[in-house]
């Protein structure tokens, strides 16, 4: 009885993550929009404030390149979760979000699903963008990348989630971009990954402080310079940006499971 049941929960899962992944594949649009965007932006301002860019008590040679790298991978993840997202509005006009409330499934499968759907793509075009590395100056190393992977992965999850809490109320793509551009924007803004907290006013240092996708940048870059001293000061330490970025990504799916389940 427990194996079927494992199976029963385990099968949902696994078809609506392949469903997701197969999608992304087909739909080259998403793809060039969830990756080509992060990388023309981090380009044309890294390449524009490469020189003006200056960190207090740093080697001058840090630029902006090498300082918003770790923020410009937290957006192509943040990206990609909201395009994988949207797809909660299609399945529901099509009918076949309907069709799978309606069968024997467990609600915490269509989250994992849809969840785990996102951070797989979210996390291989991160790793596309990761191989641009050697432009920023930054001396990773193989443990460096492991760990980088590590944290897109646990970011990745629980942006993911919270894409899925914000679509599956929504009836409206618009409506869905809507509250894109109102929150997670400037969630990302607010997370060290455009300017450092350093630079900040007081009222934004305290946005910046409860914000849990600065500590999600902060693995990042804390990955990324391990054994190297971290470009600027005022980063969240190690471990407590570890704690905070798993909490937040297992409180995002615990909310959307009991959210899903209320709806359903």
Known sequence: MNELTGH???LPSVSLW???VVRFLRQRGRVVGALGTP???WLLIGSGLRNSFRLPNMDQ???YLEYSFPGMLALIVLFTAIFATISIIEDR?????QAVLA???SRTAIVLGKVFGSTTL???QALVFLLLIPLTGIHVTLAGIILAVAALTVMAIGLSAVGVLIAWPMDSIQGFHAIMNLVLMPMWLLSGAFFPASGASSWMGWIMAINPLTYGVATLRHALYMGQELPGSQYPAPMMSWLVSCAFSVTAIAVAQRMISRKA
Do not use: Y
């Not at 006009?93 to 979000?97: I, L, P, S, T, V």
């Open 18 to 20: 392949r469903r997701e």
């Open 122 to 124: 979210a996390v291989g």
């Open 8 to 10: 029963a929960w385990l």
């Open 39 to 41: 990388v023309v932006f």
């Open 103 to 105: 069968a024997p499934v």
């Open 61 to 63: 040679s840090i630029n």
């Open 93 to 97: 006009r099509e009918g076949f979000m």
